[in-house]
């Protein structure tokens, strides 16, 4: 949203005759107790999903009764609004955190507008372990009855429920061979005794049938075409479209049922060029590579049928360019953003169709759940090509977009030069390429290796990083080890002395940190890494001053 845009929103809010359940004012004139926004920030997203909201607000700078614009310094220096996010993360569960931070001017005074996700539907929002909620202006543990009203809105997993009228004859003859196929790649060690099991024990085993029973997840992914039918309400369907250069349609083909046939089906029919292109300015030779690799394609399509909202009643569409492969499907993204997953690598706490994506992990057609996503990350790196990229603002849709091409050489040459680049560093220089917006903290974090060129927030992918590069002895000594070997020390420390000061910390890393840093920075740095694990691999069990840290 612009500013008039933010203005226009808070004079609506103001005009409103009290403060409700998914919107509070705080005049927080100078500062405000960090534990108390956590607590709103649970009880707002919770109350937004039971109101049927997609956010709430938490408002700074407006006084709560009379709704008079007062101003706040609340954490009005650079750069302190961007770690808010990160810190809020830490405290919730499934790293949540705010949408957006808007910072606004109104009747020349500063107003800080938070805006707040409603809770997933089957998951509350929760502040260290605890649930809150809302009575009327107050805040209060959430009851149970709104916990439980929340929790239920998952439903049952539809995917692991038995269809009635279907029989082992609604399943496709050529998916159970393929299924059999994959499943032995899975698991090998039973790959001779696969071949024993009639295809009901076989099912069974693959945990696509229940007792021998036809699931949903059995229909979707190995159902007869003709057997379609039997989904009642539930749509199962894959539409590939062909667009050219001016986003005209030149083709299209819809697919329905067996998903683990299907997805071949619609991988055949995208054009899969040879790309060339020079990595290095050190090298006159060109590299020459499929514009896809063909795990993405793969990885990408199985995890919309995996992750589909089916009663939703869309289609799972693959629209392919010419040099652009983008992929959608109906339901939101369940870990919440796509830093949660790049940076936690791990799985979340609840999926929508839990039973289905099991089932499709033990046909070996998605990799361990949670896993896949990553992966495809480090295959785009390891080719110097641009990261893929989610788009999450389109409602209850998630759109991934692969690129086929290079699109800034200088992005390239830059992992070309460096294969030691962490997966958070890459993802970072990736969205610089794609002029999207990183914070001063990230700008800084760039700058410092000399990745980045230009004025924050204007900057871009540096063209000397070549330079850097010949002289790579003192480029790699300057720029330290990756973040993960400073971690992994503390973590060695720890279960080797149990518990360290600050000053052991120090002790620990100052000498093995860059030596173009100053002392300073290298504390910063070092504050900086125990922050981030702070809460989540170690624990702070003395005070803020003299810390003492322990494996949490």
């Known amino acids: ?105 109104v009747e020349g005074k500063r107003v800080i507008m938070f805006q707040i996700p409603a809770a997933l539907n089957g998951m509350p929002t929760s502040w260290e372990g605890h649930f809150y909620g809302r009575d009327n202006e107050s805040q209060v543990p959430l009851s149970t009855i709104e916990y439980e009203e929340i929790r239920n809105q998952a439903g049952k997993d539809f995917t692991g429920e038995i269809c009635e009228e279907a029989t082992i004859n609604d399943i496709d003859t050529n998916a159970i061979k393929k299924a059999r196929e994959e499943y032995k790649v899975k698991n090998p060690k039973q790959a001779q005794e696969v071949d024993g099991w009639n295809d009901v024990t076989f099912l069974n085993k693959a945990k696509v049938l229940k007792n021998g029973k036809i699931t949903y997840a059995a229909l979707i992914l190995l159902g007869k075409e003709e057997s379609e039918y039997l989904l009642d309400s539930y749509v199962a369907k894959i539409t590939w479209i062909l667009k050219d250069e001016n986003n005209i349609e030149k083709d299209y083909e819809h697919f329905t049922i067996p998903f683990i046939l299907t997805g071949d089906k619609v991988y055949d029919k995208i054009r899969n060029l040879n790309y060339r292109y020079i990595p290095s300015q050190t090298t006159l030779f060109p590299l020459e590579v499929k514009q896809y690799e063909p795990y993405i394609i793969r990885e990408a399509l199985n995890n919309c049928i995996a992750h589909q909202d089916y009663q939703a009643r869309g289609k799972i569409n693959v629209v392919e360019k010419s040099d652009e492969l983008i992929f959608s499907n109906l339901g939101s993204f369940i870990p919440g953003t796509i830093e949660n997953v790049i940076k936690n690598n791990a799985p979340t706490e609840y999926y929508r169709n839990k039973f289905l994506a099991n089932a499709m992990v033990n046909l070996n057609m998605i990799d361990t759940i949670g896993s896949g996503i990553r992966k495809m990350f480090t295959i785009q790196a390891k080719r110097f090509f641009p990261m893929p990229y989610y788009d999450l603002q389109e409602n209850g849709r998630v ?53 980045i060129e230009g004025r924050y927030p204007n900057v871009f992918v540096s063209s000397k990083i070549a330079e850097i590069t010949d002289h790579k002895e003192k480029y790699i000594k300057n720029r330290g ?67 003492i840290w322990k494996l949490a």
Not at 6 to 32: D, T, V
Not at 75 to 102: C, H, P, Q, W
Not at 429 to 447: C, F, P
Not at 510 to 533: A, C, F, G, R
């Open 1 to 105: 949203m612009d500013k008039n845009e933010l203005i226009e929103l808070l004079n609506e809010f103001r005009s409103l005759p009290a403060e409700n359940e998914w919107l509070e004012f705080k005049e927080a004139k100078e500062n405000y107790d960090f534990s108390k926004l956590g607590k709103y920030f649970s009880s707002i997203s919770n109350e937004a999903n039971l109101k049927g909201k997609r956010y709430g607000w938490l408002i700074f700078g407006v006084t709560d009764k009379t709704k008079e614009v007062v101003g706040t310094n609340y954490r009005s220096e650079e750069a302190s609004l961007d770690k808010l996010k990160r810190e809020v993360a830490i405290k919730t569960n499934n790293g949540t955190t705010f949408m957006e931070i808007y910072e606004v001017e």
């Open 399 to 451: 759109v991934l977009s692969i690129s086929g091409k290079i699109i800034d050489e200088n992005y390239s040459r830059l992992l070309f030069n460096n294969d030691e680049l962490d997966l958070e560093t890459i993802f970072l220089l990736d969205k610089v390429q794609r002029g999207r917006k990183i914070t001063k903290e990230q700008s800084d974090y760039l700058r410092k290796d000399g990745f």
């Open 481 to 547: 080890f990756d973040k993960q070997y400073y971690k992994d020390l503390v973590i060695e420390y720890l279960k080797e002395y149990n518990q360290a000061s600050r000053a052991n910390i120090n002790g620990l890393l100052m000498d093995k940190l860059p030596d173009v840093l100053t002392d300073l920075q290298k504390k910063k740095k070092i504050s900086n890494i125990l922050y981030e694990m702070n809460g989540i691999k170690i624990k702070n069990v003395g005070t803020r001053q003299n810390p």
